[in-house]
């Protein structure tokens, strides 16, 4: 059905995860790359649509109600942490450079890239000189999902270039959605889940939902997990497979499934199907490959109730991010609480942020908002 600017990670939603489906595809061929993680919204094909109206919205959410229904939990809540700020710094391969004005300024490899930001409230701090030396700038309309077109003042570049992140190679790529095929603040969830990879002591079993271009589900099986990685749009499946590849992990026990989310969790449940961890990186808004409807306010408590019931006995996580939504993180806090009622364990609840770093990425400065988030922990 969002690799969280923000993000388009496909998984029952490739939607526009609130970010920008097809914000990847470039200008050169003039692609529209799906957006992180699942519907329609983001994948390939044509232009994503305007967002439904109110009637449509009730209608879509009437046609699309999962079958299952939410289940009532019983126990005590889990205990809480809030907020709580996930940071990503800069670190090789990523840095936020400046931002202000509506905009960013982030380093991508080897490329300078300017791009719009509504967080980005405040002045640059940053002379003119400095962000007129970009590589790339997106022009077009300044919407998550808007479409537009990627400038280079300097000298054309072509669609993607290469990319590493944890020790894991993988692919930039200009979208016309203004996405570049990852959203590095979610290094913050990425390095967790390394971390629990490597230190159980047994392989963990993964799952992804809305995977995107698969460079989360890279990192845990290079760390020792089997992943099981969904996402609804077979254009992101591609990418991740071309990951796959250029990170030398083609024999990396990694499933790659086109399906929609709800539905592939929904079986999941029927077979028994058990995971050690979860991500789950849903849009607001987008239709699975036979035309699923996921609305996240409707389907989104549907979608954490299942995901508790696949989660195994020994359990190390649930992971959700929510991008671009009118939404407090405490809303989706209380949601997980209430989800994993009378299953022990914390619930983590926040923002994810970058930090600024300067030209060097070794001067702390602001910092900027992306998303928010929900995980439990079994302790």
């Not at 005590?76 to 700020?85: R, S």
Request: aromatic fraction near 8%; charge should be positive; include cysteine.
């Amino acid at each position: 059905m969002k690799e969280k600017d923000r993000r388009s990670k496909n998984a029952s939603v490739t939607a526009a995860k609130g970010r920008g489906a097809e914000a990847r595809g470039g200008r050169h061929e003039q692609r529209h790359l799906p957006a992180k993680g699942g519907y329609k919204a983001r994948s390939g094909g044509p232009p994503a649509k305007a967002a439904p109206d109110k009637g449509e919205r009730q209608r879509s959410a009437q046609e699309a109600l999962p079958a299952r229904p939410v289940r009532q939990r019983t126990g005590d809540k889990p205990a809480e942490t809030v907020p709580l700020i996930l940071e990503t710094a800069a670190t090789a391969g990523y840095h936020l450079i400046d931002s202000g004005n509506g905009e960013k300024l982030e380093q991508y490899g080897p490329y300078r890239i300017v791009r719009p930001e509504a967080q980005a409230l405040w002045p640059k701090a940053l002379p003119a000189s400095i962000w007129e030396k970009a590589d790339a700038v997106f022009t077009g309309d300044t919407d998550e999902d808007g479409m537009g077109r990627w400038r280079f003042p300097r000298e054309v570049l072509g669609e993607t270039w290469p990319m590493q992140l944890l020790d894991t190679d993988f692919l930039g790529r200009f979208t016309s959605f203004r996405h570049v095929g990852v959203f590095p603040e979610q290094l913050a969830h990425w390095s967790w889940v390394k971390d629990q990879v490597a230190t159980a002591g047994r392989p963990l079993k993964v799952l992804n939902l809305f995977g995107y271009t698969g460079v989360a589900s890279l990192i845990a099986a290079k760390a020792g997990a089997e992943v099981t990685h969904v996402d609804a749009s077979k254009k992101a499946i591609g990418w991740a497979r071309e990951n796959q590849t250029l990170a030398r992990a083609e024999k990396l026990p990694i499933r790659w499934i086109c399906d929609d989310a709800m539905k592939f969790i929904q079986r999941e449940e029927r077979r028994g199907s058990r995971y050690d961890i979860i991500l789950t990186d849903p849009p607001k808004f987008g239709r699975g490959p036979n035309g699923e409807v996921w609305q996240l306010f409707d389907h989104l408590a549907a979608m954490l109730d299942i995901c508790r019931e696949i989660l195994s006995p020994d359990a190390r996580g649930l992971v959700l991010t929510a991008y671009s939504i009118r939404a407090s993180f405490y809303s989706i806090h209380e949601l997980m609480r209430e989800t994993m009622r009378g299953r022990g364990g914390r619930v983590e609840s926040g923002e994810l942020i970058i930090r600024e770093g300067g030209l060097d990425g070794k001067e702390p400065g602001r910092a900027l908002s992306t998303s928010l988030f929900s995980r439990w922990v079994p302790k």
